[in-house]
């Protein structure tokens, strides 16, 4: 089983805008938790995962110790691939054209 390395890229302050005044963008990110990456057979020194393909909260609110333990397999959220997914959706204001 390969392992998978997933790298994003921040804009940080020096780097220039890509909106102008006359378009608006937002950034929606959605987070959500894959496959279950924790080795059950560390202790004996071998590699083996539980299958659990998706986290599903526990039963619990949410921000509190319940929600973050999957209910499919019982381990910590933290256990659990993150997937980010970035949407910018941009309300843009074309100037109108002259028709030359």
């Known amino acids: 089983m390969r392992k998978r390395q997933v790298v994003l890229r921040r804009a940080s302050p020096e780097e220039p805008s890509r909106s102008s005044s006359t378009a608006s963008s937002l950034t929606v990110r959605t987070v959500r938790y894959g496959e279950c990456q924790k080795n059950h057979a560390a202790a004996v020194g071998g590699y083996a995962v539980d299958g659990c393909r998706e986290f ?9 110790l319940a929600a973050l333990t999957c209910a ?8 659990h691939r993150r997937e980010i997914e970035t949407e910018v959706v941009c309300d843009c204001n074309s100037p109108p054209s002259t028709g030359n």
């Not at 499919?72 to 256990?79: L, M, W, Y």
């Open 72 to 79: 499919a397999c019982g381990c910590h959220r933290s256990f």
């Open 56 to 64: 599903m909260a526990s039963r619990g609110e949410e921000g509190t």
